[in-house]
């Protein structure tokens, strides 16, 4: 089932550092693009570099967590120079190799742990992706509930079995899942299988499938995987689940785990911290039980995998650059910043991570290095879901589950055609200018003009990236959107307006910076204003017009206002909260920008002409 579907995924442009030079050789080298997965890298990850490297000038631009998105901005020649992506495997990113840069004889990856560092190696030898530090992934236990009835934690298979049959006799569930999602499934399937998985039969068969062409011939092996399915579904039995459970939400789930109706929940180490320290049951890890203590093993995934673009070889001086970013990425304090607050484990034999007390009773598996991580192909995560579902729907047992999956793996899947909604006639360039930025006006005066009010306000990026020029699906239009983003409508004064450009422009007096990077200023439609730069990474207000003219300050006006708030309010993001009064103005529009976009691009409509809507004076 080989996925070949390449989608129009297009970007969120944020957070960038200043220009600088560290001499005259980098006057070429001294610009670096850098794809996020998430704006969650954006929390200590990005500002860090920042200030590690205060002479290059930094484009972090927060993508889609798609491979599929990497090869759509490739085949528009925009892809960047380092790439992050948090769903991944070689097998899903085989099509991009051939434009990434081969990283094997660096220094950095000579860092790794090879078994580690191994599933990142492509059939050639080449690397050209390396792990960030691991998610860690296991069985979280309720120890309040153990103790409360005097039952030892488990320290194997068959101690875990007995615990969950005397929580049932109790009328409390012993473990709980939310196989209703994808991530789930494929992680109890693995699981409950590890050391099957990392036998050497296991490891051989993950080379071959993550090595596959196009063809899409590789299916599962017929050694390790009826095992695995084997052990699967004595797991769905011996933790007595039903057919109801695949209704079970994770909220659902958790409170019955606060209430004291559920022992144990798969969930990741941050889960179990979470847990103790805001709702006060105390929580400990345990890993995947094997037969014995020595069979014992935590499930890990890397928070993200970095690639280079292969072009950066072209400049000598600028994969210097790239690679000394990157050895800084991957230090103890790149990692913890990466982390930001999250506890994780490392794949660098160069980097130590302390354990949190939750982890004490999987020590044993991290000083034993028996951390496995998750083969995370597209098909993977589709396939173990459809799985998972017909096992416990009693559609068929383990043969059939492995007959199954391994006939979905192996089966052709056409890509899906999808209707054009939208051709776009001209195309405009997202990058931002001393006028704003030609795509994001383009948007903001289309949705202004549809939403029939004066004024419209984009703040935290309304949208993703260039529009490009030709036909667009509504998916792919939903991606041109910042997904994140709320639409509100409010009846503002033009000194009300003034005040929110305020709050979107200049620095707080406790030092916040709404701004940040010159792609974090504001859109606008219907107004023009003008900033100042301070050229230290701030920005000061100087007017508001509409037309030329400053804007008449007891007119009421209609506004829409849209943007990320998280972002432009969580302190560990900007830290701005807006204005009490512009909130309580505030009323919701039911319908997110996407959808609004598609709308008002229906029957061949075109794109509003782009506006210079901002001025930046020096």
Known sequence: MKRRILTAVIIITMLSGLTGCRGSDMQSSNEVTMYLWDKSMCKELTPWLEEQFPEIKFNFVVGNNSIDYYNYLQEHGELPDIITCRRFSLNDAAELSEHLMDMSKTQLAGTFYSSYIGNNRDSSGAIKWLPMCAEVDGIIANRDLFKKYGVSLPENYEEFVRVCSFFEEKGITGFANDYNQDYSCLEAMQGSAIPELMSPEGTRWREEYESEKEDGSVGLDEQVWPVVFEKFEQFLIDTCVKPEDLNLLFNTEKQLYLDGKVAMVRGTVNDCIVLKSENGIDSVMLPYFGQTREDNWLLTYPIYQIAVNKDVEDDPQKREVIMEILDAVFSTEGQKRAAAGSNVLTYNKTVEMSLPDSMEYVEECVEKNHLYQRLASTEFFAIS?????????????????????DAQLKAPEEPAE???VAVM???????????????????????????NTDVLIGYSSIISSSVYKGGYTAQQLNWLMCGRAT?????????????????????KEDGDNPIRHHTLIPVVSGMEYTIRDNEDGTYTLKDVTMNGKAIDEQAVYTV???GDDNFIEAEIFCGCPMPENIRTALKPVDQVPAAILTEALTDGAQLEVPTKYVTIRK
């Open 418 to 420: 999808e209707d054009i």
């Open 560 to 562: 829409t206002l849209m």
């Open 385 to 405: 879901m459809k799985v998972t579902e017909n096992i416990i729907n009693g559609k068929y047992g383990a043969e059939g589950a492995y007959k199954d999956f």
């Open 425 to 451: 006639e001209k195309g405009y360039d997202h990058n931002f200018t001393v006028h704003g930025s030609q795509a994001a006006s383009a948007v903001a005066n289309t949705m202004r003009n549809y939403l």
């Open 487 to 507: 639409v509100r409508k409010a009846e503002l004064t033009g000194e009300q307006i003034t005040e929110v450009m305020d709050w979107l422009v200049n620095v």
